[in-house]
């Protein structure tokens, strides 16, 4: 494996960690070569002053115009480094990010190279483990999406996250459950009718209309869910084939996608709530 610009003693990488950088090498080009961005420079130069040769001299423009451009190329080579150094600690030990597509590795460095903020980095360096992880967790769409997501609304996902139950065993999607936009424990944590609206126009969330409703159906006469490790059983009227209502307000696939990697820490007393709301369905012994 080529030297990399990370910081790191290459021999303390794991062997996964050692594929996915050899991966993304494979995919967009050189990387990790340490004269990566002087030798484009100086290629640069010399074919400008080639052209102008026996001509003109290049201008301070231009100059200035190939300062611009290290400085900048520099910024997204930091960029991509920092993501990809985030994102080996959360390689799984049996990944085998050779398996990773191409055109997937290219549109996310492409995308992925200007995110400068700390904490979006740290959001695309789980996309990218948990893309090497398990090759098509996640879709271009759901990359392209997160491109555009500014820090705030970043932050407001995470908040609309807090609010998910997961099914037992958890082989289902994560269960997003927003019973009533105006209840108190969701406003307290920036989670009401313009936040859900907002959430809707960016694609990460879909309303239906609160006299309507969303349903789980096709569940068995006793299931299981989870809220932070914290289990709450329910117990259907019939053998099989039950419904319950799951409030009006479901992930997008994109936000599905999002929602298994973001991490949100559990709010007080809605455990409780939800129990409350599903009173019906509560074991009768």
């Not at 494996?1 to 794991?14: C, V």
């Not at 108190?184 to 989670?191: K, L, P, Q, W």
Request: aromatic fraction near 8%.
């Amino acid at each position: 494996m080529q030297n990399s610009l990370i910081n790191i003693d290459p021999s303390s990488l794991s062997e996964v960690g050692k594929l996915l950088i050899e991966k993304i090498s494979d995919a967009i080009g050189v990387v990790w070569e340490p004269q990566r961005i002087q030798r484009i420079a100086k290629a640069k130069t010399e074919a400008a002053k080639t052209e102008a040769q026996g001509k003109i001299e290049i201008t301070d423009m231009a100059h200035r115009a190939l300062r611009r451009w290290i400085t900048e190329e520099t910024q997204y080579q930091q960029n991509m480094e920092a993501i990809t150094a985030a994102a080996l600690p959360d390689l799984n030990e049996e990944a085998d990010p050779s398996s990773m597509d191409n055109d997937w590795l290219v549109n996310f460095f492409d995308k992925g190279r200007k995110i400068s903020d700390d904490e979006m980095q740290s959001l695309w360096a789980h996309i990218l483990s948990g893309e090497a992880n398990t090759p098509g967790a996640f879709s271009k769409r759901t990359v392209n999406c997160v491109a555009e997501l500014n820090r705030s609304e970043a932050e407001l996902f995470t908040s609309l996250c807090k609010f998910v139950f997961v099914w037992q065993p958890a082989e289902s999607d994560p269960l997003l459950l927003i019973f009533d936009y105006n209840a108190e424990i969701y406003n307290d944590h920036g989670i009401g009718f313009d936040s859900l609206q907002h959430l809707e126009s960016i694609g990460l969330i879909k309303q239906i209309s609160p006299l309507t409703g969303l349903a789980v159906t096709n569940l068995p006469k006793y299931c299981t869910l989870t809220y932070h490790g914290q289990p709450l059983v329910l117990e259907l009227s019939k053998d099989a084939d039950n419904k319950i209502r799951v409030g009006y307000v479901m992930f997008t696939s994109t936000g599905r996608e999002l929602a298994s990697i973001c991490t949100s820490q559990p709010v007080e007393g809605f455990w409780e709530y939800v129990r409350a709301q599903w009173s019906q369905y509560l074991p009768k012994s």
